[in-house]
């Protein structure tokens, strides 16, 4: 959805330089009906070509059917990167990662957050990869960055009028038919069921028994399809920032704009305000804008969409709230630039213009995992509900549900993703009591579908979306010891 991707920076994709082949993966016969072929592929692991991530990274493709149904059929280059682990006699794997997003490149998200897993590169190799429709993995494009920037100044996220409504759906079918354009191929193949399947040929080409895994925000909706399809193939599995698993569409908007509203009603206390009147004060501030956008600098105004973009964005976490406030002063005199930078960070749009593929992979990967496809009057139909829960970001939510996925060009999966995993071992689920995009009860959710004896949940006390690298001790000891020593720690285990 619109607000669910975990945003992340990094550098350039990978490439195949000339370098020593590893040992054959572990599997070298056809397994999961993966001819051996693939499943016996090596892997060529080389320097990346691209944005050099920095000292101990390799770069390598490995090849996956574009439609895993026709396992023998046409193939799909998927792009990874490691670091190999650095105590070679301790040893214990390969450890996966998935940032997020949909959407997000793990080729250039891992080497930028590499310092937050140390202590895990000791004994783990760490690998993370472009999922299919990613960046470097047949990343999917579906506007040019002027259509991107017209769209952007243009469509109102939260139509008031007849016209702005008929504006909104139209640049969303449009949307779509950009993507059926210039990345049709790969549309019907990108969905989380076909990155799970990828995940568990790579735990073969790389050589592992069983697939050690950390995933972030959408990551942890990965991980748990993951354990449904695979459950005898879990290893030691973290899930931090937990997707809602039993949420459709709609459930998953709901979920958000409690989540933000609640984030929002922190971040207000924290400046001294009632929330109440603070909530209100930010209203009357967007309508405003609305009737009369805001200046910003070279030539670009502050639209009611990208002021919610940019106090969404800043709700992530409470370091960000500093900026926020200062934002919203700038804003109230009638500068927008400093809330319009905000939203240009989320949004992925860099100072020359230029944005990055992330949001386009994300609204594929997500409707194509999406059957539910509610209508405009669906949509108008929750609005009220959506208001009642945030009178800030209830409309632009709501509206949501139905623009996201309007007129896609290929049918969704399901109506929520499938993650029950009896057999398997201990998951560890994560969750924090004011993430804004995922909230708490999304890792409770988890628990519960995952089955028992299987999920077993970790919460951090904390106001940031995703426990891990928040510089509590507990939360990193706790999420160290289980992946580096096989600690289970007792269900319900809390970290202030």
């Known amino acids: 959805m619109l607000a669910g991707a975990l945003l992340i920076t990094g550098c350039g994709g990978p490439g195949r330089g000339a370098a020593e082949k590893e040992p054959g993966p572990a599997d070298s016969g056809a397994a999961g009906g993966l001819p051996a072929s693939l499943t016996g592929q090596r892997l060529d692991w080389g320097t990346c070509e691209t944005g050099a991530p920095g000292e101990g990274w390799e770069c390598a493709t490995m090849k996956a059917p574009l439609d895993h149904a026709k396992p023998d059929g046409e193939t799909i280059d998927l792009a990874l990167i490691r670091r190999q682990a650095t105590d070679r006699d301790g040893r214990i794997g390969s450890l996966l990662f998935n940032f997020g997003g949909p959407g997000g490149s793990g080729v250039s998200g891992l080497p930028a957050m590499a310092s937050l897993f140390t202590n895990l590169n000791s004994r783990y190799d760490l690998v993370s990869f472009d999922p299919r429709g990613v960046a470097a993995s047949s990343g999917v494009r579906c506007r040019s960055d002027q259509e991107l920037e017209a769209a952007g100044a243009e469509v109102d996220l939260t139509p008031d009028t007849a016209a702005e409504e008929k504006a909104y759906f139209a640049d969303a079918a449009d949307f779509g038919a950009g993507c059926e ?94 929330p109440k009147q603070g909530t209100r004060s930010l209203v009357g501030l967007l309508k405003r804008i609305d009737a009369e956008p805001l ?37 109230r005199a009638g500068r927008g630039g400093k809330l319009l930078a905000l939203a240009d960070q989320y949004n992925d749009r860099d100072a020359s213009g230029s944005y990055g593929t992330q949001s386009h992979a994300q609204r594929a990967i997500s409707c194509a995992d999406a059957k539910r496809r509610p209508t405009a009057a669906q949509a108008r139909a929750v609005l009220p509900e959506f208001r009642r829960i945030s009178p800030v970001f209830g409309a632009f939510l709501g509206w949501d549900v139905a623009g996201w996925c309007h007129a896609w060009p290929v049918p969704g999966a399901h109506d929520t993703p499938e993650v029950s995993a009896p057999g398997a071992d ?10 804004s995009a995922t909230p708490i009860e999304g890792a409770e959710r988890m628990v519960e579908e995952l089955g028992p004896g299987v999920g077993v949940q970790l919460t951090y006390e904390g106001e940031r979306h995703t426990a891990y690298g928040a510089g509590n001790a507990c939360v990193t000891s706790t999420v160290d010891a289980y992946l580096l020593d096989g600690t289970v720690p007792e269900h319900g285990k809390t970290c202030a």
Not at 249 to 258: D, F, I, L, P
Not at 299 to 327: C, D, M, N, P, V
């Open 426 to 435: 201990p998951i560890l689920v994560v969750g924090t009591t004011g993430d």
């Open 181 to 274: 354009r210039r990345s049709g191929k790969v549309l019907p193949h990108i969905g989380t069921s076909d990155a799970a399947r990828d995940l568990d040929l790579m735990r073969q080409v790389l050589g592992d028994d069983k697939l050690h895994y950390f995933g972030f925000s959408y990551g942890t909706e990965l991980g748990g399809t993951y354990a449904h399809l695979f459950p005898e193939n879990v290893g030691r599995v973290v899930l931090d920032g937990v997707v809602d698993p039993s949420a459709d569409s709609v459930g998953h908007a709901r979920n958000q704009t409690t989540g933000f509203q609640r984030a929002l009603e922190n971040y207000l206390r924290s400046t001294g305000a009632d």
């Open 295 to 331: 200046p910003a600098g070279d030539g670009r105004e502050l639209t009611e969409s990208l002021a919610l973009t940019g106090i969404l964005a800043s709700l992530y976490s409470e370091q960000s709230w500093s900026s926020l406030t200062a934002a919203l002063d700038d804003a």
